[in-house]
């Protein structure tokens, strides 16, 4: 496949003393990186109690403890397992309906100049608002939080794929009209692989937004999820299990970003 | 000439009085006058005029691709309206498929159910191609990988390889060194020979314009016009590497630069 592009590390021609010469080197960079964090936590765990009240802010001594107990009797893991199951499966469902959605008026621009206004109207609305609604239609349980993650996705997905059967460069199209190419064929040979890296786009993105929608769906109203457990503790003013949750956020985003970071260094595009 | 006449009177192409005129934002760009030209079956005609004559419109207007404003283009005696599957049209601007290599470029028009060819026939095609065109060894590059002058091979191996009755050629040798150019031009007039093809061929080398074509037509400045049409006294086959030495050859080049070179001069300084 195409070269993959070389990520370039610039060094600064000069002799330069200290801290630059510090995070020049890789042990450096992680050592400079770990004394920010620890800097950070220390001054959190003085401040805790001395100039806040432990009420409000926790410390990390306190959400570390709490974390621990999590996994250590194993409570975490249902709330964790109901966020990752909503965010996956509306994820897969919104990919799947908005691909699908996209091809479909892609293929067909009659029906589409017909239903675009609609899908407009619904994409400008705020996906959070419908929320409630989906409480109120789908219950409390994983399935509201699952459409709102799939009616997230849905949109990113449909337009990424519209926006890329539109940007097919036509003069393709006809050539293979040309040679011959029936209606079936030109979209089987030109319009599909010509769309799909904007598909990948879309699915990169989307894989973000659906955590987000997972976990706010959970904050707004659910018995299960991570974003379930901040709002719990937050009812109880429980401040150590508010900073605990978000930690759990913190981490998962983090595993993801990395993840998609690999991922998106590996599919280079080869046009 | 009497004898052709009385075998197969409808040319294969018949321009009668065929001019376009494009709509710009509201502007009006004259691209052709209107021109008379007729193109007998299985012969080659090179197309020459200064860049903006209005060439390449002529060749979409084959294929179906434009509808002239006004007058008519016929093939074989019936008018052209929609895309004419007839025609092999090698454009000038490759329009390779990005996400293919080279074997499934150049094999793409075999894959179509409309000539559905067995996968060992096909592979065995498209080896040949990849060799007519000199590009063993490139096979499984993508076009980003390839020069220009490789990427225009690759379009002329893909359009010969579905060996279409009618070709329509757009620069397709333009960006090749001089070398590889005669061979590929020689390359061509073989097979065009031996499947008895006919081709319109548009270059802006008037040597290569005489060396593979029977007859010559130079286009006036935009908007375009036939200033004049010379056919080629050269025998078929003809020796590509050694025609240029031919005293008819430079006779008829020279001929042709005089009609050509006042036209070049007012197509650059509109
Ligand atoms: N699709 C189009 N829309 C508008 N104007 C066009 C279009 N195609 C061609 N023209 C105009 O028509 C004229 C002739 O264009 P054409 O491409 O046929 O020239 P050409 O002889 O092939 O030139 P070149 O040798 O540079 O390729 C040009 O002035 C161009 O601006
Ligand atoms: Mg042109």
Redesign the interface.
């Given at each position: 496949m195409?070269p993959r592009p070389m990520s370039m590390t610039v060094s600064t021609g000069g002799q330069r003393g200290g801290f630059a010469a510090l995070v020049t080197t890789l042990p450096g960079l992680i050592i400079s990186r770990f004394l920010i964090l620890f800097g950070f936590l220390a001054f959190w765990e003085f401040a805790s109690d001395r100039l806040v009240s432990k009420f409000w802010v926790s410390s990390p001594t306190r959400i570390f403890h709490l974390l621990v107990t999590w996994i250590g009797d194993g409570s975490l893991w249902p709330h964790l397992e109901a966020t990752l199951t909503a965010m996956g499966l509306g994820y897969v469902i919104g990919c799947a309906v908005g691909v699908s959605l996209g091809l479909a008026l892609g293929f067909l621009p009659m029906f589409r100049q017909v239903i675009m206004p609609y899908v407009s109207g619904l994409y400008a609305l705020p996906k959070i608002a419908l929320a409630p609604l989906l409480v109120i239609v789908l219950g409390i349980d994983i399935g509201s939080k699952v459409a709102l993650v799939a009616v997230t996705t849905v949109f990113l997905l449909f337009y990424s794929t519209l926006d890329g059967i539109r940007d097919v460069?036509r003069?393709?199209v006809?050539?293979?009209?040309?040679?011959?190419?029936?209606r079936s064929?030109v979209i089987r040979?030109?319009l599909i692989?010509?769309t799909?890296p904007w598909i990948f786009t879309g699915m990169r993105v989307a894989v973000r937004y659906s955590f987000t929608a997972a976990v706010v769906g959970e904050l707004i109203a659910a018995n299960k999820g991570v974003g379930y457990l901040i709002e719990a503790n937050a009812g109880l003013y429980d401040a150590t299990g508010v900073f605990a949750g978000v930690f759990v956020i913190v981490i998962l985003s983090v595993a993801m970003t990395e993840v998609l970071t690999r991922v998106e260094g590996k599919k280079a595009p080869?046009? | 000439m009497t004898a052709m006449s009385t075998v197969s009177a409808t040319p294969k192409i018949d321009f009668s009085g065929v001019s376009k005129t494009f709509h710009v934002r509201g502007q009006e760009v004259q691209a052709l006058q209107p021109v008379d030209l007729q193109v007998r079956k299985e012969e080659f005609v090179a197309l020459v005029g200064p860049s903006g004559c209005g060439k390449s419109t002529l060749l979409n207007l084959v294929?179906g691709?434009l509808e002239p404003t006004s007058g008519s283009v016929t093939y074989d005696g019936k008018p052209v309206s929609g895309?004419?599957?007839r025609?092999?049209?090698m454009?000038q601007?490759d329009?390779l498929?990005?996400?293919?290599t080279v074997n499934d470029n150049i094999g793409?028009?075999l894959?179509?159910?409309?000539?559905s060819t067995p996968r060992a026939e096909l592979k065995e095609r498209v080896a040949q191609m990849v060799d007519l065109v000199g590009l063993r060894g490139f096979e499984n590059h993508?076009?980003?990988?390839l020069s220009g002058g490789m990427r225009k091979r690759v379009a002329l191996a893909r359009t010969l390889i579905?060996r279409p009755e009618t070709l329509l050629m757009d620069e397709p040798f333009g960006a090749l060194d001089a070398q590889l150019k005669l061979i590929m031009q020689d390359q061509l007039q073989k097979i065009t020979q031996h499947q008895k093809m006919t081709v319109l061929f548009v270059t802006h080398d008037l040597a290569e314009a005489i060396a593979v074509a029977d007859r010559v037509v130079v286009f006036s400045a935009r908007p375009g016009r036939i200033r004049a049409v010379r056919d080629v006294p050269l025998d078929r086959p003809r020796d590509i590497f050694k025609v240029r030495f031919a005293e008819s050859f430079s006779r008829l080049h020279e001929d042709l630069w005089d009609e050509l070179k006042d036209e070049v001069v007012k197509g650059t300084d509109v």
């Amino acid at each position: 496949m195409a070269p993959r592009p070389m990520s370039m590390t610039v060094s600064t021609g000069g002799q330069r003393g200290g801290f630059a010469a510090l995070v020049t080197t890789l042990p450096g960079l992680i050592i400079s990186r770990f004394l920010i964090l620890f800097g950070f936590l220390a001054f959190w765990e003085f401040a805790s109690d001395r100039l806040v009240s432990k009420f409000w802010v926790s410390s990390p001594t306190r959400i570390f403890h709490l974390l621990v107990t999590w996994i250590g009797d194993g409570s975490l893991w249902p709330h964790l397992e109901a966020t990752l199951t909503a965010m996956g499966l509306g994820y897969v469902i919104g990919c799947a309906v908005g691909v699908s959605l996209g091809l479909a008026l892609g293929f067909l621009p009659m029906f589409r100049q017909v239903i675009m206004p609609y899908v407009s109207g619904l994409y400008a609305l705020p996906k959070i608002a419908l929320a409630p609604l989906l409480v109120i239609v789908l219950g409390i349980d994983i399935g509201s939080k699952v459409a709102l993650v799939a009616v997230t996705t849905v949109f990113l997905l449909f337009y990424s794929t519209l926006d890329g059967i539109r940007d097919v460069d036509r003069d393709l199209v006809q050539t293979l009209r040309l040679m011959g190419a029936s209606r079936s064929e030109v979209i089987r040979k030109v319009l599909i692989p010509a769309t799909l890296p904007w598909i990948f786009t879309g699915m990169r993105v989307a894989v973000r937004y659906s955590f987000t929608a997972a976990v706010v769906g959970e904050l707004i109203a659910a018995n299960k999820g991570v974003g379930y457990l901040i709002e719990a503790n937050a009812g109880l003013y429980d401040a150590t299990g508010v900073f605990a949750g978000v930690f759990v956020i913190v981490i998962l985003s983090v595993a993801m970003t990395e993840v998609l970071t690999r991922v998106e260094g590996k599919k280079a595009p080869n046009h | 000439m009497t004898a052709m006449s009385t075998v197969s009177a409808t040319p294969k192409i018949d321009f009668s009085g065929v001019s376009k005129t494009f709509h710009v934002r509201g502007q009006e760009v004259q691209a052709l006058q209107p021109v008379d030209l007729q193109v007998r079956k299985e012969e080659f005609v090179a197309l020459v005029g200064p860049s903006g004559c209005g060439k390449s419109t002529l060749l979409n207007l084959v294929a179906g691709l434009l509808e002239p404003t006004s007058g008519s283009v016929t093939y074989d005696g019936k008018p052209v309206s929609g895309l004419n599957f007839r025609v092999g049209y090698m454009t000038q601007k490759d329009t390779l498929l990005p996400w293919r290599t080279v074997n499934d470029n150049i094999g793409v028009s075999l894959e179509l159910s409309c000539r559905s060819t067995p996968r060992a026939e096909l592979k065995e095609r498209v080896a040949q191609m990849v060799d007519l065109v000199g590009l063993r060894g490139f096979e499984n590059h993508f076009p980003t990988e390839l020069s220009g002058g490789m990427r225009k091979r690759v379009a002329l191996a893909r359009t010969l390889i579905y060996r279409p009755e009618t070709l329509l050629m757009d620069e397709p040798f333009g960006a090749l060194d001089a070398q590889l150019k005669l061979i590929m031009q020689d390359q061509l007039q073989k097979i065009t020979q031996h499947q008895k093809m006919t081709v319109l061929f548009v270059t802006h080398d008037l040597a290569e314009a005489i060396a593979v074509a029977d007859r010559v037509v130079v286009f006036s400045a935009r908007p375009g016009r036939i200033r004049a049409v010379r056919d080629v006294p050269l025998d078929r086959p003809r020796d590509i590497f050694k025609v240029r030495f031919a005293e008819s050859f430079s006779r008829l080049h020279e001929d042709l630069w005089d009609e050509l070179k006042d036209e070049v001069v007012k197509g650059t300084d509109v």
